[in-house]
């Protein structure tokens, strides 16, 4: 891009309203939870047919989402806070795969042996973790929105989703 390009652009946002610059942020967003929903369909049939380890990878999947989103709108300093809390989530995650799985590498690590129990809040406890970033990583969107409305309707539109979240798991 050019000088003179990147100086037409930038004269042409300094017109534009909050209200204008919020209904194009609230669109983006509305386009990923849209994403988020889709996955987190698949996902509660996954959890249904009693598919564990699947429905982590779908958990996976929609944090991938969420964290492009955020990366590719408000630059990688929008995940750079929770980074060391979403490393830690994946490993957990890798960890309760192994654990719940039915392959090899759950044989291997003695994963038959612990107990359904153990699986069972291990596997809990991983749904709450996902849920918990998903809701910290979306509400750094909240503090991009320039009036309140806006700003109100995300929350509560990442609450139901958060809450959606949960049930599915």
Known sequence: ????????????????????????????????????????????VTSEAGKQVEVIEYAKEMLVEILEFLSERFGNEAVALEITRVCELRDMAKDVQTLVGKGFFSRMFGAKNASLE???????????EFAVVFRAQLA??????????????????????????????
């Open 118 to 128: 153990l699986k069972q809040q291990a596997y809990r406890q991983l749904g709450e």
């Open 140 to 169: 750094v969107i909240d503090g991009n929105f320039r009036t309140q409305l806006f700003t109100n309707e995300w929350r509560a539109s990442c609450r139901v989703f958060v809450d959606d979240f949960r049930r599915q798991w």
């Open 1 to 44: 891009m050019n000088l003179e390009e990147f100086s037409r652009q930038l004269a042409a946002n300094r017109d534009i309203s909050p209200e204008s610059l919020d209904e194009r942020l609230q669109d983006e967003c509305i386009a990923l939870l849209a994403n988020l929903e889709r996955l987190l369909e698949e996902l509660g």
